[in-house]
């Protein structure tokens, strides 16, 4: 039996260094950025849930301070 999800895509900030035109987000009304208590928890109960693909996107995912925290509880 399969469990699920198998595949999350995740926005993990709505941080953008850029402005594109096309964008829906350029110009647009930020929300709160969630904790980073709060972002490595939901990536510690994927990991525990053995999702088996997460997609990181958001804004940009590289302006998120805590990426690499993230992606090593992901692995």
């Not at 929300?31 to 958001?58: C, F, M, N, W, Y």
């Amino acid at each position: 039996m399969t469990r699920f999800p198998t595949f999350v895509e995740w926005e993990l900030t709505d941080r953008c260094d850029l402005a594109c035109v096309h964008c829906h987000r350029a110009g647009g009304r930020r929300i709160a950025e969630p904790t980073v208590a709060l972002r490595r928890g939901i990536a510690d109960r994927l990991a525990a849930a053995g999702v088996g693909s997460v997609a990181l996107s958001g804004g940009e995912p590289t302006l998120c301070p805590d990426l690499w925290p993230i992606v090593e509880r992901l692995k």
